[in-house]
């Protein structure tokens, strides 16, 4: 791998590709520590010990968020606007014809998706500046200044320079698309999870230095399991059939014949089950916080409950996120795979699956199959969701390195971006990273 770095190092125009993103990131990194005026650090600081919902939200502004800068929303409304363009796609036909008619398609997805991210950005910020306005610390308000009816124009530029914020992340993340390394979004995400592994460590240090050396075997084994998983593939074999084709010159050319096979990974919903799962799970808890301490006898106590149940610190919580995991790795991997619609492309395209009827009984093995295999990637990424419980008892904390999707988004990206390097490298007839 270290011959393979030089190598890439060594070809001007790889060179120049991985300097690009590697400025791109730095120009991301130095964005996200500019604050947004008026925010009190101090209070967010501890502000952010105490609320789980923050912490995730965090996770996807790579730690621009707990210092509320003008990148703190990060590409999460970006995220969020392309999972509602994929659930639609069955709903809605004109979403559906656009996802086949390939690149131009594509293109316009992607234009819808861009629409959808700055009215869901205006709302992201206007929820997240309302959550540190009402808060306070020491009697000081985490984030003053802000209210539409006291002061509207105060209010209006923290909104916009937050969505602008977001908008420049999901810029810099295309150019990274377009004339850098690996997939833009992913890696800005990237870049921010890595960031706060050395505050991590730090606090692994100060609070439990033991603990520190069993985190890192534990990240080192699930990186390994993650790796394992994330290519695990079942693969179906496909023939297609001999087709006589008229040239030119009146000639017939027998065309055809080949074999492949469809790759039907054990994990194709990556960690989009984990965030459905988290947004859901810290929701009720959230609303519950913000009632507990009502006038009112009854809200109060049922606040408290459902606060109390929907804890991280209750083991409740960590066994219904391990049910919901599971739940919704098969609900995304079943709404990805029929846009797919493998069974009809096949019979179209003259291919089958060797003894198997084409049309509908192709399809439902095919569906049965996925089925098997995601049972074994859902109860994977069940458990990953869960280590910081399973690591509780042990440690006696719940501070991982990287967090249970921050592992998953890490691995993804770095092994994303390894196999196109490798195909860069091997165009050029150097040895890969993957052998």
Known sequence: MIQAVRNAFRLPDLRN????????LVVYRLAAHVPVPGVNAA??????????????????????????????????????????????????????????????????????????????????????????????????????????????????????????????????GELISEQGIGSGISIIIFGGIVAQVPQRIGQLLISNPTSLIFFVLITVVTVAAIVIVQ????????????????????????????STHIPLRVNSAGMIPLIFAQSILLFPGTIASYFVYSATPWVAQVATAISNFFNPRSSAYWLIYFVMVIGFTYFYTDVVFRQQNLADSLQKQGGFIPGIRPGKRTEEFLNSVLSRITLVGAVFLGVVAILPWLARDVTETQTLLITSTGLLIVVGVVLDTMKQLEAQLLMRHYEGFIR
């Open 231 to 258: 290519e695990g593939q079942r693969r179906i074999p496909v023939q297609y059939g001999r087709r006589v084709r008229a040239m030119r010159g009146n000639r017939l050319m027998m065309v055809g014949g080949q």
């Open 43 to 172: 209070g967010l600081r501890q502000l952010f010990e105490g609320n789980q919902l923050l912490g995730m939200l965090d996770l996807f502004s790579g730690g621009a968020l707990s210092n509320f800068s003008v990148m703190a929303m990060g590409v999460y409304p970006y995220i969020t606007a392309q999972i509602i363009i994929t659930l639609l796609q069955p709903i809605i036909p004109r979403l559906q014809e656009l996802a086949k008619e390939g690149e131009a398609g594509r293109a316009k997805l992607n234009q819808y998706t861009h629409w959808l991210t700055v009215p869901l950005a205006l709302l992201n910020a206007y929820g997240q500046a309302s959550i540190l306005a009402a808060s306070s610390q020491g009697g000081v308000s985490v984030l003053s200044n802000f209210s539409l009816r006291d002061n509207p124009l105060p209010t209006l530029a923290t909104l916009a320079t937050l969505t602008a914020g977001t908008m420049f992340a999901i810029w810099l």
């Open 17 to 24: 590709k991985l300097l690009y993103t590697f400025l791109i």
